[in-house]
Every structure is written in structure tokens, then in C-alpha cells.
């Protein structure tokens, strides 16, 4: 398959404040879905993944949140690595307050009860949770025969080409794609060329 680039256009600060902004509304509800599960993982007393994968809590998950299954599964391991910490951080305090105990040594217990390990989002969210996409977020791939210009390489955000849209005229498919977040471009290729690399 050959891909043409016929264009290369600018992009306004605004489009890429835009961006920022739907990127933004996304990590929230990234936030909410780490949230949601955080609670499911101290109600049911979720400890490893087999029980996390559990087709009614996702679905509850995905359900208040919008999110795609495999942002809810990236959601889900977050929670469950945060209540992972919690616990394993709640063990060595128990063990050191039982250490500070036995010796009577006041002073010390006073200052390690005030620093007992929180619960996660026991006092709800003040920050983003940033979460860790894997393989079930999606993956990309570079295309042998494709070669990224210098516009794609260099600008705001190096490296990063994106699609916006396409459109099918005749038999021409017209990808448009941003390129570092600094100019809007397309590439063509035979529609029936696409199709068969889909199905193969």
C-alpha cells in the first residue's frame, strides 16, 4: 500500500487547548473509575486480580463511567495496586507500634499512632490518579512502508501522530491525522488495499 500526504496545514493554539481539554475530562473520569473501584476493592475485600475480573463489577464500573472495558481493567489494577500498598504499608505499622508496645516506650507509640496508614480515597480525590495503559487501551504499530516526514517529528508534541477523521471517496480513503500537534495532514491510499490488510 502507498500512502500519498497531500497537505499540510497549521493548527491553532485553541485546537490544541481543545485536545488538552478532552484529555483532561478523560483523566477524570479515569479518577472516578479508580474511585469506584477503590470502594468495590474494600467492600468485597477484592485481594488479587482473579476476583477484580469479575464480569458484575465491571460492568457496575463501566457502567457509572463511560469508560471502555480495557480503561476499566487499567482502572481496576490501579485500585487494587493502591489497596496492594495500603495493606502491605498497614502491616509494618502494625508490626512497629507491636514493637513499641512491648518496650513501653510512649513517646514513640504516641508519634507512630498519629501516623497510621490511610485507607485509599478514604478522604476523597484531590488530585488526578494517573493510571498505566497497557495492550487493552489499544496498541499501535509502525507500518513498514509508511515514513514519518520531518513535520511529524519535530513540533509541540514530538513524535506523535494521531488520526482525526477519514473520509471514502470512490475508491480513495482520506486519513487525516495530526502530526506533533502542529499541523493537520492526509494521506490517501486505495480503499481496497486497507480492506484487505483489515481482513487478513
Known sequence: MQVVKTAKIPVHYSTTRRKLSILDKLTARL??????????????????RSRLRSRALEARVKERTGLSAGFVQCCGDTALWMWRSYRELHRTWAKTVKMADSRK????????????????ISSGVRH????????????????????????????YVRN?????????????????????D????????????ILSILLT
Do not use: M
Not at 132 to 150: E, H, Q
Not at 185 to 190: D, K
Open 160 to 180: 506523535v501522530v494521531f488520526p482525526c477523521g477519514t473520509v471514502v471517496s470512490g475508491n480513495t480513503v482520506y486519513l487525516y491525522h495530526g502530526a506533533a
Open 128 to 155: 488526578k490518579i494517573p493510571i498505566w495503559f497497557d495492550y487493552r487501551v489499544g496498541k499501535l504499530k509502525k507500518a513498514k512502508r509508511i515514513k514519518i516526514v520531518s513535520h511529524e517529528k519535530e513540533g
Open 182 to 193: 502542529s499541523y493537520v495532514c492526509v494521506a490517501t491510499a486505495p480503499l481496497k488495499e
Open 105 to 120: 516506650e510512649q513517646e514513640w507509640l504516641k508519634k507512630l499512632k498519629r501516623r497510621e496508614p490511610t485507607k485509599p
Open 31 to 48: 479518577t472516578y473509575g479508580v474511585a469506584l473501584w477503590s470502594g468495590l476493592v474494600e467492600e468485597y475485600g477484592v485481594e488479587g
